[in-house]
């Protein structure tokens, strides 16, 4: 993340080691309204009690080595604004928000960990199963959604296989446990 910008304010993130999005105090006091770059950390000072190391930390200053730089999270920033008393802080505050729903948002639709509960859900039809492997297992699901690996289904279509496959594990517990060829068979009947 190269710049973000509120109204016509330009803020120049800092990443550090965590990933997460750090913003100067003077930018955020410039960012709020604040006449004297100060004031955040005044606001700070006062409530200093209320932040944690995720919200705030102090780092080398570039420009003035001997001089410490205290960084705000997106998490801080909003803490702070919380306790401005200036004409855009609760604008500033919606942005923020607005900014951390974005940062929690699964950047791909193939992302691993979309996919967990579905593939504990296989594990366990094969754990229940006398009659699937994994490559069974998996087989009936990729026919029943069309697609060569799980990774090709939708985050919409998850669900729909978490559901199938729990339905499968559930005629697998039965008493009655169908062979392969008969769940083959659902799979196909049920679109795959």
């Not at 060569?148 to 009655?176: N, T, W």
């Amino acid at each position: 993340m190269n710049s973000l910008t509120f109204n016509t304010v330009t803020l120049h993130p800092i990443q550090q080691n965590d990933e997460q999005v750090w913003i100067t105090s003077t930018e955020l006091a410039r960012t709020l309204g604040y006449k004297q770059e100060n004031a955040v950390s005044k606001i700070f000072n006062r409530k200093a009690d209320e932040f944690t190391s995720k919200m705030t930390q102090v780092i080398e200053n570039p420009q003035l080595p001997n001089l410490g730089m205290r960084i705000f999270s997106l998490r801080g920033c909003h803490l702070i604004a919380m306790f401005a008393r200036t004409p855009v802080a609760k604008e500033f505050r919606k942005w923020v928000l607005d900014i951390l729903d974005r940062e929690v948002q699964p950047t791909t639709k193939n992302h691993k960990t979309e996919r967990v509960v579905l593939n504990d859900a296989v594990n366990m039809l094969v754990a229940k199963s006398q009659h699937l492997n994994f490559s069974d297992a998996y087989k009936l699901v990729h026919q029943c959604f069309n697609v060569k690996g799980i990774d090709e289904i939708s985050v919409d279509q998850i669900p729909l296989a978490v559901e199938y496959v729990h339905h499968l594990i559930a005629l697998f517990s039965s008493d009655k446990q169908p062979s392969t060829m008969n769940a083959r068979a659902m799979a196909d009947a049920s679109g795959g």
